[in-house]
T-cell receptor, first 113, second 113 residues
Framework: DSGVTQTPKHLITATGQRVTLRCSPR?????VYWYQQSLDQGLQFLIQ???????AKGNILERFSAQQFPDLHSELNLSSLELGDSALYFC????????????FGPGTRLLVL | SQKIEQNSEALNIQEGKTATLTCNYT??????LQWYRQDPGRGPVFLLL?????KEKRKERLKVTFDTTLKQSLFHITASQPADSATYLC????????????FGRGTSLIVHP
């Protein structure tokens, strides 16, 4: 158990819909990272927040957005969902702003029908 | 373009042997490289980090080497066990310390009893 929690574990929705994925980092970790993992793309970095501020941005679509709240939990919002958004979404956390050691959560499996 | 390459073919070895996995990269100047283990449907688990000025790092049965001239890292598991069967991912930060973590597609290791 990494100490990072993600909810929900599974999500099934329809194209065009909007969903919110939630992540609670390990106690004491200030950074939260979001990743998407699909069979054809591997693990893709989406975005990082450090202590409430956006720190780094990867290949995150404009339809996706995220935020980190004062209690350091984070939410990833996915809107106007497409079939191709079906994937595993992982959250990871680390103590500081650097990605040197990340602890991954169990992931949310999203299926868009 | 920047690229990380890991052998897409599964590595099959007998229990007790040493497994060696390769990670090659191009057009990067990473400050460090990481290795993760990932089991099916689960989040990656951090194993080892090696910095650009380190040649070798060890942790129990694991050993990582980092050759910045060859742009290659080797990951060794000695005295392998069936429980070591998993996918192993290498990751590094993108050039220039941008803190954007980039992962390889991973190599599947299967240890036969």
């Amino acid at each position: 158990d990494s100490g990072v929690t993600q909810t929900p574990k599974h999500l099934i929705t329809a194209t065009g819909q909007r969903v919110t994925l939630r992540c609670s980092p390990r106690s004491g970790d200030l950074s939260v990272y979001w990743y998407q993992q699909s069979l054809d793309q591997g693990l893709q970095f989406l975005i990082q927040y450090y202590n409430g501020e956006e720190r780094a941005k990867g290949n995150i679509l404009e339809r996706f957005s995220a935020q980190q709240f004062p209690d350091l939990h984070s939410e990833l919002n996915l809107s106007s969902l497409e079939l191709g958004d079906s994937a595993l979404y992982f959250c990871a956390s680390s103590v500081g702003p650097s990605v040197e050691t990340q602890y991954f959560g169990p992931g949310t499996r999203l299926l868009v029908l | 373009s920047q690229k990380i390459e890991q052998n897409s073919e599964a590595l099959n070895i007998q229990e007790g042997k040493t497994a060696t996995l390769t990670c090659n990269y191009t057009n990067y100047s990473p400050a460090y490289l990481q290795w993760y283990r990932q089991d099916p449907g689960r989040g990656p688990v951090f194993l080892l980090l090696i910095r650009e000025n380190e040649k070798e790092k060890r942790k129990e049965r694991l050993k990582v080497t980092f050759d910045t001239t060859l742009k290659q890292s080797l990951f060794h598991i000695t005295a392998s066990q069936p429980a070591d069967s998993a996918t192993y991912l290498c990751a590094l930060d993108a050039s220039g310390g941008s803190y954007i973590p980039t992962f390889g597609r991973g190599t599947s290791l299967i240890v036969h009893p």
